[in-house]
């Protein structure tokens, strides 16, 4: 991990500057920038605005680094809450999760039965009754010498006949050989640029070299392969040609547009979202809920110096300077 990381974590860390800066974000707006709602109510609210104007949502409850193991209850409680009342109002039930969310941290054993846990319950409000409703938990990626244990994790439950999903990175050497068999499993998986940087022997480095990687990726989930094999690709992406082109070849290659998604982070490049919702693709916005919207915007920082550039100009435009 680099020196910028390290001091962008050691902020979202920070108890003082968290405390300065949450008060800074309710007084100007910038919390609401990134975050769909301060607890589950809020979230759910949101969320049907957004289904109102064709936008899906996969939830997320806010909390990074989470070594408590009374913070990790706290977190499937907010979970699990939050389920039936998106099921309730008839919404997609798409939940992503950290592992280190879920007590990886802690101990293995914490974290499978807390996946199978929420798994289960969105499982339980899936089936006939969902309809055309996306019902499931998608497993996000988190640090590189994490990834056998959450793509395992993946498997465990995939195996176990739970609606289950996987985010894979395009900076990784190695997701070429992962996405080859999570075709064949016919998975849903959501391809990501990623974000930390991991060792330079098992990634590219250079920004051109991610982009054509994660092009390479995009074509082999919307191979034949993939669609006979039930395989459901999630892009996400706000690099308006990427997906445009992504876009352009899933319409060449027969794709509908209801078999595949594009996904992007809430509050962001929402000229984009508008054009992509008007064409008719399915798009999803991940986005966060809860009190510990801090963490989440500085570690975006830390993962990507640009976004420095977007939480500022959020904070500029919410005061009117």
Known sequence: MGFWQKTMIAVACSKPLRRAGEAVGRKTG??????SGTDGAGHVKRTQELAKQGIRVSS????????????????????TAVIPKLDRVGLDVHVSIDPSQLGYMQDPGMLDDNAHKIAGLIRDVGGEKAGRRCCRMMIDMEDFDMVDDTLALHDRLLEAGYPVAQTLQARLLRTEADMVRKIAQG????????????????????????????????SMMLSD?????????????????????????????????EAFEFEM????NQPLQRDLVSLGYRLRLYAPFGADWWAYAWRRVGENPRNLGLLLRSRLNATGL
């Open 30 to 35: 910038l919390a609401a920038q990134f975050v």
């Open 60 to 79: 997320f409850y806010l909390g990074e680094y989470v070594t408590d193991p009374a913070q990790v209850a706290e977190t499937v409680d907010a979970i």
């Open 187 to 218: 998975a849903m998986i959501r391809l990501v640029k990623g974000a930390m940087a991991p060792p330079d022997h098992v990634a590219f480095t250079r920004r051109r070299d991610i982009d054509e990687n994660y092009l390479k990726l995009a």
């Open 225 to 257: 392969e993939a669609r006979l094999t039930g395989f459901m690709p999630v892009f996400g992406s706000h690099h308006r040609e990427l997906v445009e082109y992504i876009a352009k070849v899933a319409d060449e290659r027969g794709w509908e547009r």
């Open 265 to 268: 982070l809430y509050g962001v």
